[in-house]
């Protein structure tokens, strides 16, 4: 049935609406370190990475024009638009299981989420295209349930394929709807246009296996190693994963989630029973394992936040089988929430008026204030430029002289904002866990040399003095040039240390030897005897 002529009007200015404001945010706001970070994986592509598989890295390539266009804008360009998407997407979903009445207020729960808004719709982050890839699969796969066409299913398992490409957690999908399949329509199982389409998800991931065999499945080990149900309990980390999806999925929204998932198991909610059973075994299991996993690792809200987006066709149900009073109020006070949230932040990113921080410690200012990701670098690069400009002048360093980082952050955000408009390389001088990318972008600009020379930028924000860094033996002189202060609202924030660390001695490892001193790690783990009893 086509949409009616009021609904598409609703719609059309909530989409115009959202996408206007998000468009200008994304070219005002400077880059979250994370998205610095992910502007490497554009910068030098590879199959898949150390943290993450490829698909926001070519994502930023692509709309980006390979980097011509490389403004905050144009590097968070797929965000804008796969949000106005997948927005789209939620309507129609809530149309196919119910109405267009719960289709519109899917559109608008889901507008009214931090998650999906802002960290998705505003940030580039592996997160974006995964949302956009999990909606389109979710979406496909209702269609096929409901007698649709097989391509649905074909399509479905192309989308979870790019899901996975996007981020491992992709694959939640097929877990919860062959465990759907299982439990409540085996008949499925029959059809051979369902193990095709599981194919054609294995396929997608063949990038991902190519480059984890070329690098001694660095990436599946890291991963394997921030999540675990075996170490002792710490309710404190639950606690912070709780309050975070609380406030990622927009308070509101997490409230009607909850009662919405409650009116499910009692049988209340007004919807579809197989389309029920869908979204609450294709959602809950993930949620669930991850609040397991942060009672005893440190976890990130936005990790199982896709599944609280999955639910958003369930909430809207719920919400829709009230007064239309009632759904004015829920929904108002959702998008309410998300616009106190934008213009709280994005005052305080811009003026500090509430101090996060008070250290007065020059290589401490700011450490606790997290709004300074996305704060001062624009300003850092003209000051570093007058820096390097008078010490070349001087004969104090070379023009060719590239800058190291010891953390991938926030060397990632020197590197966009301070290297790229020089055209200065930029390394990892540091562990491989803690450098990341920068290990294989270090062979990509022709490793180190004996006798270089390197600028060094320590962040108050993050401050490693590298001295320490480098235990005064790496380099045969290290001397601070200059300080660069950071003001915002007439004061100043933080502070970045500008060194020159002279005649390079000797260069960190090898990609090749990091691989190679793990694999003899991990061999002498298993010829260890377990301890006796005495």
Not at 19 to 43: M, P, Q
Not at 499 to 504: G, N, Q
Request: hydrophobic share 45%.
């Amino acid at each position: 049935m086509p949409d009616s002529k009021k609904t598409r009007i609703k719609l059309t200015l909530l989409l115009l609406a959202s996408a206007l404001v998000r468009a200008f945010l994304a070219g005002w706001i400077e880059l979250g370190t994370d998205e610095a970070y992910y502007w490497t994986f554009a910068k030098y592509p590879d199959w898949s990475h150390f943290d993450h598989p490829g698909m926001v890295g070519w994502l930023i390539q692509l709309f980006s024009l390979n980097l011509l266009y490389d403004s905050e804008l144009f590097m968070r360009l797929a965000s804008v638009i796969f949000m106005t998407l997948n927005t789209w997407i939620m309507f129609r979903i809530g149309k196919e299981i119910k109405d267009e009445q719960t289709g519109l207020c899917a559109a608008l729960l889901y507008t009214g989420s931090i998650y999906a808004f802002v960290i998705t719709g505003i940030f580039i982050l592996p997160d974006t295209p995964l949302n956009f890839f999990c909606l389109l699969a979710f979406w496909l796969c209702i269609r096929y349930l409901r007698g649709k066409s097989s391509w649905n299913l074909l399509g479905m398992g192309l989308m979870i394929g790019l899901a996975v490409l996007s981020k491992y957690t992709g694959a939640f999908l097929w877990a919860g709807f062959l465990l759907y399949l299982l439990f409540f329509d085996r008949k499925h199982f029959k059809n051979p246009v369902l193990y095709l389409s599981i194919l054609i998800t294995a396929a997608c991931c063949l990038p991902i296996l190519y480059w984890n065999l070329q690098n001694d499945f660095i990436s599946f080990r890291f991963h394997g190693n921030r999540v675990s149900l075996f170490d002792k309990p710490d309710f404190l980390s639950l606690l912070r994963e709780l309050s975070g999806e609380f406030f990622y999925n927009n308070p509101m929204n997490f409230a009607v989630a909850v009662a919405a998932v409650i009116a499910a198991f009692k049988k209340k909610l007004q919807m579809d029973k197989p389309m029920m059973r869908l979204t609450l075994i294709t959602t809950l299991p993930l949620i669930c394992l991850f609040l397991l996993f942060s009672l005893n690792r440190e976890t990130l809200p936005h990790w199982s936040a896709p599944a609280f987006v999955l639910l958003i066709p369930l909430m809207a149900c719920w919400t829709t089988s009230y007064s239309k009073r009632r759904i004015r109020s829920i929904l108002s006070i959702s998008i309410a929430f998300l616009i106190v949230t934008l213009v709280v932040g994005v005052t305080e990113i811009k003026t500090g008026f509430y101090p996060l921080d008070k250290n007065t410690e020059a290589t401490q200012i700011g450490r606790n204030d997290i709004t300074l990701d996305m704060y001062g670098w624009r300003q850092a690069n003209e000051k570093f430029n007058e820096i390097r400009a008078n010490a070349i002048a001087e004969g104090e360093m070379p023009e060719d002289a590239g800058i190291i980082g010891n953390n991938w952050f926030p060397t990632a955000s020197i590197h966009y904002y301070i290297a790229r408009p020089l055209d200065l390389k930029v390394k990892g001088y540091g562990h491989f866990e803690k450098i990341h990318k920068y290990q294989w972008i270090n062979e990509l600009e022709g490793g180190f040399t004996k006798g270089e020379d390197y600028w060094y930028i320590a962040d108050s924000h993050y401050f490693i003095d590298p001295d320490e860094a480098y235990a005064y033996t790496n380099f045969k002189e290290i001397c601070i040039a200059d300080t660069i202060p950071i003001e915002r609202n007439g004061k100043t924030v933080r502070n970045l240390f500008v060194y020159e660390c002279k005649s390079l001695v000797y260069g960190p490892l090898t990609l090749e030897e990091v691989l190679a001193k793990n694999k003899e790690k991990r061999e002498s783990y298993k010829h260890k005897k377990p301890w006796k009893s005495y």
